[in-house]
């Protein structure tokens, strides 16, 4: 006969799940507030405007003209946002799904990867000190590899409980 812990323990989700749903939500938030900047600080001008300058500044003789950055900006914005949205959606499904996780983890993830590594190199390729909270994004990689570290090993590497995913 299995003891009350025992049972209780055997109900609890796995730490790659947990991990997921964590990482999952951190997206859609992020997601939230990259789409609706009245909730948190409008990243535009502080971000996406000195970014935009700086890769458009080359194709022009003069300064790029500013109503077109403004545009690029904010697009940018939109995209990065529901870049975010499909990201959560993505590893809340795989920290609720059984027989997908696996799949929609290394979709997620992997989405997520090329996200921020495309911060992390505009952030190299700049070398801007002015532009904030651009510290962050080693960080988030390195959730992202242990995330994804801790669910195959939890999934077993060669696919153990999920089939013969690789």
């Not at 900047?37 to 790029?64: A, N």
């Not at 946002?81 to 059984?98: H, K, M, R």
Request: a neutral charge.
């Amino acid at each position: 006969m299995e003891s009350k812990s025992a049972k209780l323990v055997g109900c609890l989700p796995g730490v790659g799940t947990v991990m997921l749903a964590v990482f999952g939500v951190f997206q859609l938030a992020a997601a939230l507030v990259t789409l609706i900047p009245s909730l948190g600080h409008d990243r535009v001008p502080m971000q996406f405007v000195p970014v935009w300058t700086y890769f458009l500044d080359p194709l022009y003789d003069e300064k790029p003209n500013e109503a077109m950055v403004k545009v690029i900006a904010v697009g940018s914005q939109y995209v990065i946002g529901l870049s975010e949205a499909v990201i959560g959606w993505l590893l809340v499904a795989a920290a609720a799904s059984g027989t997908r996780r696996v799949g929609l983890a290394r979709i997620g993830l992997s989405f997520a990867a090329g996200l921020f590594g495309t911060f992390m190199l505009t952030m190299f390729i700049m070398h801007e000190k002015t532009l904030p909270a651009w510290n962050q994004y080693p960080a988030i990689l390195g959730w992202i590899a242990v995330t994804w570290v801790v669910v195959r090993v939890e999934e077993g590497w060669g696919g153990g409980k999920g089939g013969s995913e690789r």
